[in-house]
């Protein structure tokens, strides 16, 4: 299949178009469309009927040929998609679509599957009414219900039907992911979410902490599952590592409201590790999209350490970095360690080795701290049991009469 990408430069756009119409042909490509040529036009006002104007409609007919597909830098309307469609005599579609198509072939797990088709049928709701006219008008008759606002009607009953029985189940996992969280805040585990634009390397970076891999590709968002890891981080740190979807310019709201279940693991974390392609010529644009779909999540006074990545490159040298800042390479594992450090170091900074002697007649306490903290040292004397590790100072007054004392 070979597509014309068509986009507007228009009066008090809030993007930059050259490097939106380069995400465009990179989304086409992510869904096998080979891109044969991209149309420009300069408008004062967006045409409410075609998006461009007639003329321009006129010059992309006689481009086109039979098989191919016309794809729009931003969302159509309903009537936009059925008038084009009718001019052109070829399908019609948006950023949007392409987004959503390439979602649903990555979407591996149930949650992920019901986020997109919940974000596919809201999408697709509108774009049926759209239709309804025209097959009214085809189909029908004078005076009387046609079949093809029947089959309209039916399709959008079933569609309903779909929204609600995935939302259902969808909202059944949310149930089962905040019991999780809540048993990791009784445990004091700390969460760090990795978060950034798509093929930033947040996937390489979880995959380098952990032994449970999870799927890595150098494409738009080969990771839609939020995948969570336990880390253990030198001194005997251990932490919940997550992975979260990347982010795009102009994401269509419809996926940002159905992945908001999965971003809630977002704004319940102790640390954002917001990781950066520095090799990108968009870099500053990537980071202000990452920080603004952030923002709309609700995110606010979460801690972030900013890691650029890609370093190997050597794309970085002009970049005035946002703090606190590491520059790495996950593919050369390159200042690695220097990352896992700063990690430590914003997570842990109001932490402090304690010692505890616990007799053996407080077995409860030994078993609420061995399941809470991670043992630097345990060892087992005459009257009780010698504990050493890491503790939030704020906590350490739970354990004041077990603290340990040498005799010297």
Same mark, same amino acid.
């Given at each position: 299949?070979?597509?014309?990408?068509?986009?507007?430069?228009?009066?008090?756009?809030?993007?930059?178009?050259?490097?939106?119409?380069?995400?465009?042909?990179?989304?086409?490509?992510?869904?096998?469309?080979?891109?044969?040529?991209?149309?420009?036009? $300069?408008?004062? *006002?967006? #045409?409410?009927?075609?998006?461009? %104007?007639?003329?321009?409609?006129? +010059?992309?007919?006689?481009? =086109? &040929?039979?098989?191919?597909?016309?794809?729009?830098?931003?969302?159509?309307?309903?009537?936009?998609?059925?008038?084009?469609?009718?001019?052109?005599?070829?399908?019609?579609?948006?950023?949007?679509?392409?987004?959503?198509?390439?979602?649903?072939?990555?979407?591996?797990?149930?949650?992920?599957?019901?986020?997109?088709?919940?974000?596919?049928?809201?999408?697709?709701?509108?774009?049926?009414?759209?239709? $309804?006219?025209? *097959?009214? #008008?085809?189909?029908?008759?004078? %005076?009387?219900?046609?079949?093809? +606002?029947?089959?309209?009607? =039916? &399709?959008?009953?079933?569609?309903?039907?779909?929204?609600?029985?995935?939302?259902?189940?969808?909202?059944?996992?949310?149930?089962?992911?905040?019991?999780?969280?809540?048993?990791?805040?009784?445990?004091?585990?700390?969460?760090?979410?990795?978060?950034?634009?798509?093929?930033?390397?947040?996937?390489?970076?979880?995959?380098?902490?952990?032994?449970?891999?999870?799927?890595?590709?150098?494409?738009?968002?080969?990771?839609?599952?939020?995948?969570?890891?336990?880390?253990?981080?030198?001194?005997?740190?251990?932490?919940?590592?997550?992975?979260?979807?990347?982010?795009?310019?102009?994401?269509?709201?419809?996926?940002?409201?159905?992945?908001?279940?999965?971003?809630?693991?977002?704004?319940?974390?102790?640390?954002?590790?917001?990781?950066?392609?520095?090799?990108?010529?968009?870099?500053?644009?990537?980071?202000?999209?990452?920080?603004?779909?952030?923002?709309?999540?609700?995110?606010?006074?979460?801690?972030?350490?900013?890691?650029?990545?890609?370093?190997?490159?050597?794309?970085?040298?002009?970049?005035?970095?946002?703090?606190?800042?590491?520059?790495?390479?996950?593919?050369?594992?390159?200042?690695?360690?220097?990352?896992?450090?700063?990690?430590?170091?914003?997570?842990?900074?109001?932490?402090?080795?304690?010692?505890?002697?616990?007799?053996?007649?407080?077995?409860?306490?030994?078993?609420?701290?061995?399941?809470?903290?991670?043992?630097?040292?345990?060892?087992?004397?005459?009257?009780?049991?010698?504990?050493?590790?890491?503790?939030?100072?704020?906590?350490?007054?739970?354990?004041?009469?077990?603290?340990?004392?040498?005799?010297?």
């Amino acid at each position: 299949m070979k597509a014309i990408l068509v986009g507007v430069e228009y009066d008090h756009m809030y993007y930059d178009l050259d490097i939106s119409m380069n995400e465009l042909r990179d989304l086409s490509e992510a869904c096998h469309i080979e891109v044969k040529d991209v149309v420009i036009q $300069k408008l004062s *006002l967006i #045409s409410p009927k075609y998006y461009i %104007g007639k003329g321009k409609v006129e +010059e992309l007919k006689h481009m =086109l &040929d039979e098989d191919d597909i016309v794809i729009f830098n931003e969302e159509l309307t309903p009537l936009q998609v059925k008038n084009l469609t009718d001019a052109l005599d070829v399908e019609v579609t948006d950023r949007s679509d392409l987004i959503l198509r390439i979602f649903e072939s990555r979407a591996q797990t149930k949650e992920a599957k019901l986020q997109v088709e919940i974000a596919k049928n809201q999408y697709l709701l509108p774009r049926l009414a759209g239709m $309804k006219e025209e *097959l009214y #008008s085809q189909q029908g008759g004078s %005076g009387f219900r046609g079949s093809g +606002e029947k089959q309209i009607e =039916l &399709d959008r009953r079933i569609i309903h039907r779909e929204l609600i029985q995935a939302k259902r189940e969808l909202a059944a996992i949310v149930k089962q992911r905040q019991t999780q969280r809540q048993l990791r805040i009784r445990n004091q585990e700390k969460v760090v979410c990795l978060v950034g634009y798509t093929n930033s390397g947040k996937s390489s970076l979880l995959n380098y902490f952990t032994d449970k891999k999870v799927f890595q590709e150098d494409m738009l968002f080969a990771s839609l599952q939020t995948a969570s890891r336990q880390v253990k981080l030198k001194n005997h740190h251990r932490i919940i590592m997550s992975d979260t979807v990347g982010f795009i310019n102009q994401l269509p709201h419809h996926l940002v409201q159905a992945f908001r279940s999965t971003l809630e693991e977002v704004k319940e974390a102790d640390l954002l590790v917001h990781v950066i392609d520095s090799s990108s010529p968009y870099c500053d644009l990537q980071i202000e999209t990452t920080l603004n779909v952030l923002e709309a999540l609700g995110v606010k006074d979460t801690p972030m350490l900013f890691v650029y990545n890609k370093v190997d490159q050597d794309r970085y040298a002009f970049l005035q970095p946002k703090e606190p800042a590491v520059f790495i390479s996950v593919k050369e594992k390159i200042n690695l360690d220097l990352l896992e450090d700063k990690i430590i170091e914003l997570l842990f900074k109001d932490y402090e080795l304690i010692e505890l002697y616990i007799p053996y007649d407080k077995g409860e306490v030994y078993s609420q701290v061995k399941q809470a903290y991670e043992m630097i040292k345990e060892e087992y004397l005459e009257d009780g049991i010698y504990l050493s590790f890491y503790i939030d100072r704020k906590q350490i007054h739970k354990y004041q009469d077990y603290i340990y004392k040498s005799i010297n």
